[in-house]
Antibody
């Protein structure tokens, strides 16, 4: 059974940093591209970032480019999202999702971790 | 690519049909493989999104056949036939034709 378990969310002040982690199991992690998607309270889904299975390429939404960094450790079956210079508008539930190879739909999602940016 | 869904919300009676539309600001059809890079997701209250359909019309394993997708290019439709109580949710379309990937704003489906 595919499982994705996010962690690392919490309350942070504007301008602060957080690192989210997503521990994967139940599939060949090193074969799968991974994605982060967020959802602000009461709002819709917003695609945030993607990393190739081998870390060769990364992609970002314009809203987070230059502030967020996605990475992965295939030896630990974990994908990360380093979030710097956080803004109030980054407040959201952050979901980790596995992409179905070889293309971009997300066939499994984690339960999400809440990031709250507030002073 | 901007994805726009319509309507924002709709109410349908049990057993009836619900139709949700999704329009992309540019084509998500790759001519090389004739595939539309369009997926549909369902999100029930308090839950994570769940994949329903990919390639615009292919049902994910385990998804009931009352869910169907159609369309090509820039115009797509999700149809839910014989609406059941468990279908109350918000539905999103997503293009994965190019990064940054993008979602529609969502359509809330309730009972009439």
């Amino acid at each position: 059974e595919v499982q994705l378990l996010e962690s690392g969310g919490g309350l942070v002040q504007p301008g602060g940093s957080l690192r989210l982690s997503c521990a994967a199991s139940g599939f060949t992690f090193s074969d799968s591209d991974m994605t982060w998607v967020r959802q602000a309270p009461g709002k819709g889904l917003e695609w945030v970032s993607k990393i190739y299975f081998n870390s060769a390429k990364t992609f970002y939404a314009d809203s987070v480019k230059g502030r967020f960094t996605i990475s992965r450790d295939n030896s630990k079956n974990t994908v990360y999202l380093q979030m710097n210079s956080l803004r109030v508008e980054d407040t959201a539930v952050y979901y980790c999702a596995k992409e179905a190879p070889p293309t971009g739909w997300s066939d499994h999602w984690g339960q999400g971790t809440l990031v709250t940016v507030s002073s | 690519i901007v994805m726009t869904q319509s309507p924002d919300s709709l109410a349908v009676s049990l057993g009836e049909r619900a139709t949700i539309n999704c329009r992309s600001s540019q084509s998500v059809l790759y001519s090389s493989n004739h595939r539309n890079y369009l997926a549909w997701y369902q999100q029930k209250p308090g839950q994570s999104p769940k994949l329903l359909i990919y390639w615009a019309s292919t049902r994910q394993s385990g998804v009931p056949d009352r869910f169907s997708g159609s369309g090509s290019g820039t115009e797509f439709t999700l149809t839910i036939s014989n609406l059941q109580s468990e279908d109350v949710a918000v539905y999103y379309c997503q293009q994965y034709h190019e990064t940054p990937y993008s979602f529609g704003q969502g359509t809330r489906l309730d009972f009439k």
